[in-house]
T-cell receptor, first 114, second 117 residues
Framework: NAGVTQTPKFQVLKTGQSMTLQCAQD?????MSWYRQDPGMGLRLIHY???????DQGEVPNGYNVSRSTTEDFPLRLLSAAPSQTSVYFC?????????????FGAGTRLSVL | AQKITQTQPGMFVQEKEAVTLDCTYD???????LFWYKQPSSGEMIFLIY??????QNATEGRYSLNFQKARKSANLVISASQLGDSAMYFC??????????????FGQGTRLTINP
């Protein structure tokens, strides 16, 4: 029962570096999302996807790119890391179009940008 | 405007007591859902309970219940007979709409609950 798997768990970047946060789910969920969690601010939606090939922006999309080539994977790309992107990143997935659409979260990736 | 408000940054409760964590929300959409998640110190987000805006009864899941007062726009989480393992951060979240909004959860800032032995 892997559920939602995020890699890496920890990462330190220098300003300007790029990297990809990986997210994979084995529950055949249609919907996947990326959130960031900053101290005192709860979770904020970065990007989400309603299925393979379909993505859309959330509340805080600037500085991040996503793509969804398969149902299972939803990577988040930081093109040029900035200190303001220091945060904990969570990937989540859920079933399709249901009212009670419970999102299941990965364990998170803690990112520090120096 | 803040869509989800959790006014209690921290709460301290004695073990075995009941505890109520407050959550108020703001939406003009008649169709919405309210969720509570628990985040222990290990960091993962654990789903606790869900309440739909059209649900007639308050949701319950084991020791968790949701005190849903639609007119007041509040969705307070009640934990009965608290345990040491309940010490964690608790987040209230809202989903607006039924279709396109399905993936758009808006979270409150959270309440840190500490259970004292």
């Amino acid at each position: 029962n892997a559920g939602v798997t995020q890699t890496p768990k920890f990462q330190v970047l220098k300003t300007g570096q790029s990297m990809t946060l990986q997210c994979a789910q084995d529950m055949n969920h249609e919907y996947m999302s990326w959130y960031r969690q900053d101290p005192g601010m709860g979770l904020r939606l970065i990007h989400y996807s309603v299925g393979a090939g379909i993505t859309d922006q959330g509340e805080v999309p600037n500085g991040y790119n996503v793509s969804r080539s398969t149902t299972e994977d939803f990577p988040l790309r930081l093109l040029s890391a900035a200190p303001s992107q220091t945060s904990v990143y969570f990937c989540a997935s859920s079933y399709g179009n249901l009212a009670k659409n419970i999102q299941y979260f990965g364990a998170g990736t803690r990112l520090s940008v120096l | 405007a803040q869509k989800i408000t959790q006014t209690q940054p921290g709460m301290f409760v004695q073990e075995k007591e009941a505890v109520t964590l407050d959550c108020t929300y703001d939406t003009s959409d008649p169709s919405y859902g309210l969720f509570w998640y628990k985040q222990p110190s290990s960091g993962e987000m654990i789903f606790l309970i869900y309440q739909g805006s059209y649900d007639q009864q308050n949701a319950t899941e084991g020791r968790y219940s949701l005190n849903f007062q639609k007119a007041r726009k509040s969705a307070n989480l009640v934990i009965s007979a608290s345990q040491l393992g309940d010490s964690a951060m608790y987040f209230c979240a809202m989903r607006e709409g039924r279709i396109q909004g399905a993936q758009k959860l808006v979270f409150g800032q959270g309440t840190r609950l500490t259970i004292n032995p």
